[in-house]
């Protein structure tokens, strides 16, 4: 008997004290519409919850906003789910939750196309937080952010703070990772100015200087031909052809030309940043689910 | 037995109490009362899409209890029209008339489907609808807000004589209200806008190459042509000039000459056409902040 009424009030004890946010059937569907997809009506629990509750004091309300700011993520509305993160760090009452939020609007933002944004609040957070677990996850992120607007040297520096943190030691930072970002902080980009120049004085010149050999021939063999025409009509004494062929002919292929040798550097610098970005972030990828299993 | 008795009882109120406990502090967020108070915040909000779905959830909920199912309906399909679904606006206004002939929201439903009709640019549908419906509308206010809004319609056909006409024969109370002035205003200016004559432009550009697009303010393109037809027309007649009716470069350059010379005096046409669009588009876009302010 006794058994039986320890066992009774026990579970009345658990039940007693699970937090509120358990039974809350706005959140309850919420959660249920946002993991089957359903990111529409999800959305609409999760206001339902903030309508109802605004007075609240705990982070359940910032939680609801963190939701629906990831709902509109998932449904391509990217400045409403930025909007609704704003809003989820301002109801956040405690600093970590703060923080925490934060992270996540940079994580957004980056996905977004905005990294020097996200940049700017991670920076922020490893700054003024108090929480050295987010202070390094958002040393993590920045350095994230950095690959996407290619800026070696920051991400360098924020890796090394999250790899290296003083007080684990036992985390280094990938060697091929090391080995990467230098690489690209002593990559040789071309000159889009430089190509535009090489091309003026010989054309197609530019755009092998930039890697791209076919249409550098393609524009040298064009040009001289045109160019040919236009001095031999000059040379026999016939301006208006001559006229005719500088307006129509050679000049539009040689102002073409002098235009895509500038294209073609900075297509060749992009192609050279997206390149190691891309095998940085396959590495990255691999470390973090790594770590996340370990964790688990 | 007696201490089991008492235990149980114990344990029986303890759990009652927890049941009224959990749900004494939570609101009901599906009290028909509740989403009511959700779809207005909701619709204030501006979240229009989805404050209609809690209207209709609101109907759901308490079949039998809305003596006001008119008013909701109508608030249904204001959501629809704001949230720029027309066809379901009007369907859910059309509810209101069809199912409540005595309703006050009667004059209204009539005006926001001629509206609906408007906003999805059905200028017919909404004038044929207009039409219908003044002589079924009580007051004066719901029959002058349908006058304003068939003259309206003439405006955005650009039909500016019978936009003039009609909101001139309003009666003088009619007449003296603002929205009508000043739609009659944006009526008479239409009428009046210094459009540039296809004819003209035509003939210019036939007689000087170019000319009839410098007349429609395009005076970079008017000179391209010129220069154009000018060289190769040059071209044409260097060739006949030397070689006579046999030339080969006559031909080329005549064939080339004739086609650039006929697409000047299409292209100036069109120009003008533009160039009418242009200031009609114009004038519409301050039509249409003007009745987004009267007619909201």
């Not at chain 2, 004059?107 to 079924?136: N, T, V």
């Not at chain 2, 000319?211 to 395009?218: I, N």
Request: a neutral charge; charged letters at 25%; proline letters at 2%.
């Amino acid at each position: 008997m006794l058994v039986l009424n320890k066992f009774l009030l026990s579970g009345i004890i658990l039940i007693w004290t699970l937090p509120g946010i358990k039974h809350d059937m706005a959140l309850f569907f919420g959660e249920r519409f946002f993991n089957s997809e359903n990111y529409y009506d999800a959305i609409t629990e999760y206001k339902r919850y903030i309508f109802f509750n605004s007075e609240k004091e705990d982070d359940s309300i910032s939680h609801a906003y963190y939701k629906i700011g990831l709902a509109c993520f998932h449904l391509g509305q990217s400045d409403k789910a930025i909007s609704e993160l704003r809003k989820s760090i301002q109801a956040a009452h405690s600093a970590r939750m703060q923080d925490e939020r934060k992270i996540d609007l940079a994580v957004v933002l980056i996905a977004s196309g905005n990294p020097k944004a996200a940049e700017f609040i991670l920076i922020k957070v490893e700054m003024f937080s108090q929480i050295p677990e987010l202070k390094k996850k958002a040393a993590f992120f920045r350095g994230v952010a950095s690959l996407y607007s290619y800026d070696w040297e920051q991400a360098d520096e924020a890796f090394h703070v999250y790899f290296n943190d003083l007080e684990e030691r036992s985390q280094e930072m990938p060697e091929k990772l090391e080995s990467l970002l230098e690489r690209a902080q002593n990559m040789k980009y071309r000159s889009p100015k430089l190509a535009k120049i090489l091309s003026a004085i010989l054309p197609g010149s530019g755009q092998i200087y930039a890697g791209d050999w076919r249409n550098g021939l393609n524009a040298l063999l064009l040009n001289f031909a045109t160019g040919y025409f236009f001095v031999d009509d000059i040379l026999q004494r016939q301006y208006q052809d001559a006229l005719f062929n500088a307006l129509f002919i050679f000049g539009r292929f040689y102002r073409g030309n002098r235009y895509h040798a500038k294209e073609a550097a900075i297509k060749y610098n992009e192609r050279l940043n997206q390149n190691i970005s891309s095998r940085i972030l396959e590495i990255l990828e691999g470390k973090y689910s790594d770590e996340k299993n370990k964790r688990n | 037995m007696k201490h089991f008795k008492s235990t149980s009882i114990f344990l029986c109120l303890l759990l009652i109490h927890q049941f009224l406990f959990a749900h004494g502090h939570q609101e009901n967020y599906y009290k028909p009362e509740n989403i009511l108070r959700f779809a207005e915040h909701l619709f204030q909000e501006g979240d229009y899409l989805r404050a209609a779905s809690e209207f209709l959830r609101y109907l759901y909920y308490s079949d039998s209890i809305p003596t006001h199912r008119d008013s909701v309906y109508y608030k249904i399909g204001l959501c629809y029209r704001l949230g720029e679904d027309y066809q379901k606006s009007v369907n859910y206004f059309q509810k209101v008339i069809d199912d409540y002939p005595y309703s006050d929201y009667l004059d209204d439903s009539h005006f926001q489907i001629a509206y609906s009709h408007f906003l999805s640019g059905k200028y017919e549908e909404s004038l044929s609808f207009a039409a219908e419906s003044l002589s079924q509308i009580k007051r004066e206010a719901g029959r002058l807000k349908l006058q304003q809004l068939t003259g309206l319609n003439y405006i955005y056909q650009k039909q500016w004589r019978l936009a003039v006409d009609h909101l001139s024969s309003l009666e003088n109370r009619a007449k003296l209200n603002a929205l009508s002035a000043s739609l009659l205003h944006f009526a008479k200016q239409g009428e009046q806008l210094p459009r540039k004559s296809k004819f003209l432009a035509g003939l210019m550009s036939a007689i000087v190459p170019g000319t009839g697009k410098m007349y429609c303010h395009r005076t970079g393109d008017g000179l391209v042509s010129l220069l154009t037809i000018g060289l190769t027309g040059w071209q044409a007649y260097d060739g006949f000039h030397e070689k006579g009716i046999k030339s080969v470069k006559g031909w080329i350059f005549g064939t080339i000459t004739t086609f650039f010379y006929l697409g000047n005096i299409y292209g100036s046409v069109v120009a003008v056409n533009v160039y009418n669009q242009q200031l009609e588009d114009k004038l519409l876009r301050e039509v249409g902040v003007t009745i987004h302010v009267s007619f909201k």
